[in-house]
């Protein structure tokens, strides 16, 4: 099967040529630079730039995989969650193509492209599997039990990892995005230098959840502790503090994604989203991992941010498995993953 995706819910103009989980071309435009004067992500200006993008990368994705309409065997596009007008794009330009090209049309939700990125480290994969999904907008624990199949283990109960690192950025004075700032900037730093609370989710019934977490107390004592070294200094420790920050989100999802694969006895844990390709997490995961006998696929970076491969790969598995979308299939700002086989609705099996 190939498939040509497209990916537009965020600030990326992703589009790529997957043939099942071997990727033949993967073009992202991104519009960081754009956004970067306003510290975050402008709605507007990101669907603007998505229109202005997307027919550059079709064509670009096609070429870089030498091939054309005749050999592509559907079209698929990232419908929810993510920003209404981003999505927009993406979605009516696949709904085009498939019509024009007579295509079949796969909707995709986003977060089971980050799932995906898995078979791009092992396409043998075969779930049931573990997926920590670290991203911008999402921390949780997935269970996968099959394509379309998921069942949510564990969560964050505040902010999301990715948000995390971007808001402490920020209190550092690094730039945006803040992810791989604060990767780069650890590298120079002692870990150890300051403790910093890991945020836990006490139960109703006593003691912590074993897989939820929390991250907006930890960039509250991050925020606490720069004001005070600001007051007793002229020169922040930026590097410590990087480092100790990122310690601490990468112990804390560690442990409770080790926790969860034991418990539930799964012995494969993938990774997905863009906090994936954070350094300090990728090694300790490893490492941890290695030390309980479970396996861990790492996918590359590049495939753990935002990008149209990783779509394809999930829907490449779909237009296998006969799950089409309608053509009537709209956007959605938010839509959890247990509702995934609803955007095949009419023709799945
Ligand atoms: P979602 O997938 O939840 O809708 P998103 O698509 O905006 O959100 P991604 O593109 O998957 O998120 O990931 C972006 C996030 O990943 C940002 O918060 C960024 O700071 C973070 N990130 C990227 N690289 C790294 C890194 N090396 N270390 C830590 N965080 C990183
Ligand atoms: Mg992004
Ligand atoms: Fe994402």
Redesign the pocket.
């Known amino acids: 099967t190939i498939t040509l995706a497209i990916e537009t ?2 600030d990326e103009t992703a589009v790529a040529v997957v043939k099942k989980y071997e990727v033949l071309s993967s073009i992202v435009t991104s519009q960081i630079a754009i956004h970067r004067p306003y510290g975050g992500v402008v709605p507007e200006v990101a669907s603007r730039q998505h229109l202005e993008s997307i027919n550059v990368a079709i064509v670009q994705a096609l070429e870089a995989a030498q091939l054309n309409w005749p050999e592509i065997d559907g079209v698929a596009a990232t419908c929810a ?2 920003l209404v007008g981003a999505l927009l794009v993406g979605l009516t330009a696949a709904k085009t193509l498939a019509i024009v090209h007579q295509k079949p049309f796969v909707g995709v939700h ?2 089971e492209g ?1 799932i995906y990125a898995a078979y791009l480290a092992n396409p043998q994969l075969k779930p049931p599997f573990l997926c920590l999904l670290v ?4 921390t949780s624990l997935i269970h996968v039990k099959d394509c379309g199949i998921y069942e949510t283990l564990g969560q964050t109960r505040d902010d ?1 990892a ?2 995390a ?2 808001k402490v950025a920020r209190l550092l004075g690094l730039g945006y ?4 700032e ?2 780069r900037i650890a590298a120079d730093g002692d870990p150890h230098a300051f403790k910093l609370p890991e945020g836990k989710i006490k139960q109703p019934g006593g003691g912590f959840h074993p897989y939820d977490s929390s991250f907006s107390g930890l960039k509250t004592a991050v925020m606490r502790l720069v004001g005070e070294l600001k007051q007793s200094s002229d020169r922040l420790p930026i590097a410590d503090l990087a480092a100790s920050f990122q310690e601490t989100v990468a112990r804390s999802l560690v442990k409770r994604t080790i926790a969860c694969a034991l418990d539930y006895g799964l012995e494969t844990i993938a990774v997905g ?3 994936a ?3 300090r997490l990728r090694h300790l995961l490893q490492e941890e991992a290695t030390h309980h006998n479970l396996r861990v696929l790492l996918p590359p970076m590049k495939f753990c ?2 990008n149209a491969a990783t779509i394809g790969c999930a829907a490449s598995e779909h237009l296998s498995r006969g799950h089409l979308s309608s053509l009537n299939l709209g956007v959605r700002s938010r839509m959890t993953l247990t509702d995934v086989m609803q955007l095949y609705a009419d023709n799945s099996e």
């Open positions: 819910s965020c969650p993510g986003h977060l980050h991203s911008g907008g999402h999301a990715g948000e690192f971007d995005p803040g992810g791989p604060i990767d989203g863009g906090v390709a954070n350094s941010t935002d």
